[in-house]
């Protein structure tokens, strides 16, 4: 079935990097866009980038635009986010999900010193 | 960005009855395709989120006939028919029509 499993998170320092991951399975990954979306703790969703399906068209977010970049290596069924610079703010649970229609269980980073 | 505004922010249900979850949007959602592309997730007490409606009214596989979404242009809804102890959680709508992508604030059902 179809499933979506993301890595990477844990604890980082302001201003430090963190890469996320997201190991696709059970769909022709190439053939759909991918999106990363996030949840604050205990807040709403925020929608945080979208990669297409060949990764030739990227969109993010206002908050992030700059500091984070998606990728994905359709040999590998495997979406990335790189995010960089980041802040206290960019705490939450990481989610990748393929066209809005399944979703992964997530990834915690926090942002602390 | 185009704002989603959802109401109620808390909605008290018995079991067995009706729910109603309202959403509106800052502008218009009818693309330029002449779709509208407006989804309504549920999110349920330490799981992720899950699509139950895309493009207003359209029910993604697996989803009880119970939930239904509906409305055009800024206005939206989403009906659940009779709530069962399973509907416990939060229900966001969201816009993917303009860019940024926007959510709602969500709408918190719970069992009265």
């Known amino acids: 079935q179809v499933q979506l499993v993301e890595s990477g998170g844990g604890v980082v320092q302001p201003g430090r990097s963190l890469r996320l991951s997201c190991a696709a399975s059970?769909?022709?990954?190439?053939?759909?866009?991918m999106h990363w979306v996030r949840q604050a703790p205990g807040k709403g969703l925020e929608w945080v980038a979208v990669?297409?399906?060949?990764?030739?068209?990227?969109y993010y977010a206002d908050s992030v635009k700059g500091r984070f970049t998606i990728s994905r290596d359709n040999s590998k069924n495997t979406l990335y986010l790189q995010m960089n610079s980041l802040r206290a703010e960019d705490t939450a649970v990481y989610y990748c999900a393929k066209g809005g229609g399944v979703w992964g269980q997530g990834t915690t980073v926090t942002v602390s010193s | 960005d185009v704002v989603m505004t959802q109401s109620p922010l808390s909605l008290p249900v018995t079991l067995g009855q009706p729910a109603s979850i309202s959403c509106r949007s800052s502008?218009?959602?009818?693309?330029?395709?002449?779709?509208?592309?407006l989804n309504w997730f549920q999110q349920r007490p330490g799981q992720s989120p899950r699509r139950l409606i895309y493009?207003?009214?359209n029910r993604d596989s697996g989803v009880p006939d119970r939930f239904s979404g509906s409305g055009s242009g800024t206005d939206f809804t989403l009906k659940i028919s009779r709530v069962e102890a399973e509907d416990v959680g939060v229900y966001y709508c969201m816009q993917g029509t303009h860019w940024p992508l926007t959510f709602g604030g969500g709408t918190k059902v719970e069992i009265k």
């Open positions: 493009k207003v009214s």
């Open positions: 990669i297409s399906y060949d990764g030739s068209n990227k």
């Open positions: 502008q218009s959602l009818v693309h330029s395709d002449g779709n509208t592309y």
């Open positions: 059970g769909f022709t990954f190439s053939s759909y866009g």
